[in-house]
């Protein structure tokens, strides 16, 4: 008699592809982003805030280097997925959250501290409805905002101020109340399903025209010129480009349903008219 085969199981399937081993470079710098963002708590719990926001934003570059590399080089695998979203809520959940709290939040006290950890579970939640979305929703845009855009955000305002040098002693207290709901916004735009672009069609390791060389240039120059402040532009152009297109796409689609029913009106008037008797 033969023997019967036995049924591989998903999870028996999915323990034999991380048993053959997992892609190194990828990791790699899944790992460097995590390590930035355990450097920035402890940059944050020492009072170097300028340390903590500038790790975050190297972690934000490590975090869009390993997804280019893995699918420049198709070394995506499930392994990596999960490493990157466990790395993400570390790297742009709670080292965003500790650094807004110990900078900015802790003279609100209970709401201080409930902020940010709005934020980290926000982040969290975004996270996980990502991956639970990966190959349902259209790859050129993200449902809500990503987690690394307002970790990046966050970095970037206590950069700025870290630049302008305006220090947490002297701030007023409308800084204090507007840097509060800041957090609070980004942290109902993560979970929102307000459409962001990924720039996933963007692939810088790939053969471009000399032309862009030129202009990567000039983009670094722009930069390092006013870093401070460059930055934290590009961040809240981002951050602000979410629900202004989605208040364009409202409009647009609030003007096309009422031309819609004057132009049905207009049709039905003319095919009403009476026809002319022929003689």
Not at 22 to 47: E, N, Q, R
Request: charged share 15%; net charge positive.
């Amino acid at each position: 008699m033969r023997a019967k085969k036995r049924r591989v199981t998903l999870t028996e399937g999915r323990m034999s592809r991380v048993r053959r081993g997992i892609f190194i470079l990828p990791s790699v710098l899944t790992t460097a982003s995590l390590f930035c963002g355990f450097y920035s708590i402890i940059s944050s719990i020492k009072g170097d805030y300028n340390a903590a926001a500038i790790s975050i934003l190297i972690a934000v570059f490590f975090d869009a280097m390993d997804g280019k590399v893995a699918r420049v080089t198709r070394t995506v695998s499930s392994f990596g997925v999960e490493y990157d979203s466990l790395s993400d809520l570390v790297a742009f959940g709670v080292a965003p959250g500790v650094l807004a709290f110990n900078w900015v939040l802790s003279p609100f006290g209970r709401m201080g501290w409930l902020a940010s950890f709005l934020f980290v579970a926000c982040g969290a939640l975004r996270l996980a409805r990502f991956n639970v979305q990966i190959g349902l929703m259209d790859s050129r845009f993200f449902n809500g905002l990503p987690i690394p855009g307002a970790a990046g955000m966050v970095a970037a305002t206590a950069l700025l101020f870290g630049g302008m040098g305006i220090h947490i002693g002297n701030f007023p207290m409308p800084y204090y109340i507007g840097l509060l709901i800041m957090i609070y916004v980004l942290s109902f735009l993560m979970v929102s399903n307000i459409k962001f672009t990924s720039f996933k069609d963007m692939e810088p390791i790939k053969l471009k025209p000399f032309r862009a060389l030129v202009v990567a240039v000039l983009f670094l120059v722009v930069v390092a010129s006013e870093p401070h402040l460059i930055i934290f532009i590009l961040f809240a152009s981002y951050v602000i480009s979410g629900p202004s297109f989605a208040a364009l796409r409202f409009i647009r689609k609030r003007k096309k349903t009422i031309l819609e029913p004057d132009a049905s009106v207009a049709r039905g008037t003319l095919s009403e008219s009476p026809k002319k008797n022929k003689i």
